[in-house]
């Protein structure tokens, strides 16, 4: 693969290391048994700091201290570079030599990283360039994941991917529209979003009939319904019940009913879950005589999720957070 | 010359733009590759740092007054604003350590008429001088070879109780053998390995690590 050089020189984005990012380099390099060892924990450390710096003065929060590059242990036994960004994950910060070869990235920093980003050391130690940023890696020359310059992305398309991480579109856009976010962290701790009522506040007796108790999660923690108006006359009656039988994951599921007093959904209303590009990933439509839909997913802390009624042209948009 | 003004659009396109929103913050990083190779040199020891200093500063007052006063592009160029505040931090790391320096001074004077040495401590002599070998390693090592709760060993790879969290850390204990070697010893992928030794093995090196205070 041919690579350009003059390409990155022109999107390289070159800041300064001042002597404090020096003096701690030298410090957890002077920890390390071998010279090898202390070359590759001096570079990492760096790599780290710069990001570190640039995404600060971007206004970016990180905790530098909760990566395993700033852990004595973990940086003795394991090649990272990696750096906690508040919010969305850690980014591996891998310091490059050659910047117009493929460059190897260590297989202990292959899974659990929300992208890379690769980093030239000036050898005088007093700059360094962020050369650019990629969310995958790909296989390398001779096979296991490399960082390659030609598919490098400028460092500005970090900002984008990371504000992609840090704010959802499915959240941003319906923040745009209005639309609040449900958070369903604090449903479980007893504190409900407005415009939520208990389950018999809402549903008519003949529609929490026994046949509606069995459609329900077991165990449900948390059952919460809510009237969404979709250009129908009669509004329908969206419910969320939720449960956390598995540790850190919470299952959700969402129904949608009649208008109480009618005893079924008009034809051809959805009911969907976007994700978190907004994207369709669940997806339930009522055919004739319909008395409910259903969609039942789960999903781990931080995500988020839309739930959308649509009928003809009409659609009403919930969003949550789990 | 048009690169100031492509500077001047830049520093309007990110100001168009909320704090924090990623249209800013491209703005602001075209702004910083653009500008730095205009901006004021001198070659001492605290250029880098003063330079760090001034892109905060950049970042923080070009389009809202954060911690000084707003870029007013009326005034200056991007160029000459940044500059300007670049010299004034040079200064100032200049005066700092003219001042130390007269401390030192002082302090070797006292020395001198007390009759003793007249040599310089320098801060960076004062910090903690660095064993030959680590103990930190000599420590992780024991307590890998030790094992304890016996925990180490008895976390394998299925149905392959040799390869354990043991024997991966002790081969990439440094000098470390490579993966591909570690691969070849057990007939399994890199990456199979990799990903067992960053979900298994770290993490109870790292609890370890936290149990003794390596943090």
């Known amino acids: ?322 | 010359m048009p690169e100031m003004d492509e500077l001047q659009e830049l520093v309007i396109e990110a100001c168009r733009h909320p704090p924090g929103s990623p249209q800013r913050q491209r703005a602001l990083t075209k702004v910083i590759r653009l500008a730095s190779r205009k901006l004021w040199r001198e070659n001492v020891a605290y250029y880098e740092d003063a330079l760090q200093q001034t892109w905060v500063y950049f970042c923080q007052n070009v389009c809202e007054a954060t911690t000084g006063r707003k870029y007013d592009p009326t005034q200056s160029s991007v160029v000459t604003w940044l500059s300007a505040y670049l010299k004034r931090r040079l200064q100032d790391f200049y005066i700092q350590g003219r001042e130390q320096e007269t401390r030192r001074a002082a302090v070797r004077g006292m020395a001198s008429r007390s009759g003793e040495t007249g040599e310089l401590i320098d801060p960076v002599d004062n910090l903690a001088a660095n064993p030959d070998v680590p103990p930190i390693l000599q420590d992780v090592r024991d307590w890998v070879e030790a094992d304890g709760s016996g925990d180490l060993v008895k976390t394998h790879i299925k149905g392959r109780p040799e390869v354990n969290c043991q024997a991966l850390l002790l081969r990439r204990l440094p000098p470390e053998a490579s993966w591909e070697e570690i691969s070849a010893e057990f007939g399994l992928p890199i990456s199979t390995l990799s990903s067992f030794y960053q979900r298994q093995c770290l993490p109870r090196l790292r609890k370890f690590g936290e149990s003794e205070g390596y943090l």
């Open chain 1, 1 to 322: 693969m041919t690579y350009n050089t003059a390409e990155i020189d022109d999107f390289a984005l070159t800041l300064p290391l001042p002597q404090a990012a020096r003096q701690l380099a030298q410090q957890f390099a002077s920890q390390q048994p071998t010279p090898a060892k202390a070359e590759q924990v001096r570079h990492n450390t760096l790599a780290v700091w710069v990001v570190n710096d640039y995404l600060q003065m971007m206004g970016i929060d990180t905790d530098l201290e909760r990566g395993d590059s700033w852990n004595a242990i973990a940086r003795l036994t394991a090649d990272v570079a990696d750096l906690e960004v508040i919010g969305a994950g850690r980014l591996e910060c891998r310091p490059v030599q050659n910047v117009s070869a493929p460059c190897p990235v260590p297989p202990e920093v292959w899974g659990d990283r929300i992208g890379y980003v690769a980093v030239h050391i000036d050898a005088s130690q007093r700059e360094a360039s962020i050369l650019g940023f990629t969310p995958t890696l790909e296989p390398g020359d001779d096979g296991p994941p490399a960082l390659h310059p030609a598919h490098l992305q400028p460092p500005e398309d970090l900002m984008d991917h990371l504000d992609r991480l840090l704010h959802p579109l499915v959240a941003t856009t319906l923040a745009r529209a209005g639309v609040s976010l449900n958070q369903l962290g604090r449903w479980l701790q007893g504190a409900i979003d407005a415009g939520w009522s208990a389950v018999d506040a809402v549903l008519s007796p003949e529609q929490l009939s026994p046949a509606y108790a069995f459609r329900q999660l077991s165990n449900a923690a948390v059952r919460r319904a809510k009237l969404v108006e979709v250009g129908v006359s009669l509004p329908l009656v969206m419910e969320l019940s939720l449960s956390t039988t598995q540790p850190g994951q919470t299952d959700i599921c969402v129904q949608l009913y009649p208008s109480p007093g009618t005893s079924s959904l008009p034809p051809n209303v959805y009911l969907r879950i976007l994700d978190e590009s907004g994207t369709v990933f669940l997806e339930a439509q009522s055919t004739t005589l319909e008395d409910y839909l259903q969609l039942q997913f789960s999903g781990v802390s931080g995500e988020t999720f839309g739930v959308q009624v649509a009928l003809g042209d009409t659609t009403a948009t919930e969003a949550f957070l789990i």
